[in-house]
């Protein structure tokens, strides 16, 4: 069964600062895509990153990118020149079968000015 | 991306009533996902609904206390049925889309409370 591990529960990191969130997983299937989500306060999940496992590039999406390793089975978030505004819950997810999604148990970022 | 709209956006319930959730996307799509999520809790999947056919549901979840409709291919209802203050969540309907079709996007969430 897949399952997705977020080992830190909280992050503190100074503003402008890169943040590194960390994520691994475990899965059996050769074919499955990962996933980055932020979550604010109002509760909505805003889609941030996807990276697929045959994607030989690390996938970027303005500030974000995704350091995936495949052999170490992780998928870390990493956020460049962090703002404020970046201050929410961020979950890794993965598929599991067709287009279903299992999340890890998320990280609360904080940023400080 | 794919716009995707939540009808209650919030609601305060009493128990033993029931709930229905309207999700509602701007393009056709084959399969929607409804995800609940607790307070301080990840996210869970509830059920798959696709069009034409009876939802499939997740372990721990069952048809009589989460009813899902799904008519046509923009459009789906999930029912919290019988409610009491467990199920108090933020429930998320979702979506595939984007440039290769793998990415998942969420609508904004309907954030129940029971009395």
């Known amino acids: 069964a897949q399952k997705i591990t977020q080992t830190q529960p909280g992050m503190f990191v100074q503003e402008k600062e890169a943040v590194t969130l960390d994520c691994t997983y475990d899965t059996s299937d050769q074919s499955y895509g990962l996933f980055w989500y932020k979550q604010p306060s109002s509760g909505e999940m805003i889609f941030l990153i996807y990276q697929g496992s045959y994607d030989e590039q690390n996938a970027t999406e303005g500030r974000y990118s995704l350091n995936f390793q495949k052999a170490r089975k992780s998928a870390n978030l990493v956020i460049s020149a962090s703002q404020l505004g970046d201050s929410a819950m961020y979950f890794c997810?993965?598929?599991?079968?067709?287009?279903?999604?299992?999340f890890g148990q998320g990280t609360r970022l904080t940023i400080n000015p | 991306s794919a716009v995707i709209s939540q009808k209650p956006s919030r609601d305060i319930c009493q128990r033993g009533t029931s709930l229905t959730i309207q999700c509602q996307v701007d393009?056709?799509?084959?399969?929607m996902f409804w995800y609940r999520q607790q307070p301080g809790q990840s996210l869970t999947l509830i059920a798959t609904a696709n069009q034409g056919s009876e939802a499939t549901y997740e372990s721990g979840f069952v048809i009589d206390k989460f009813p899902i409709s799904r008519p046509n291919l923009t459009f789906s209802t999930l029912t919290v049925s019988n409610m009491s203050p467990e199920d108090s969540s933020i429930y998320l309907c979702s979506v595939f889309g984007g440039r290769s079709y793998n990415e998942q996007f969420f609508g904004p969430g309907t954030r129940l409370t029971v009395l």
């Open positions: 393009s056709q799509v084959t399969m």
């Open positions: 997810a993965m598929t599991r079968g067709a287009q279903k999604l299992v």
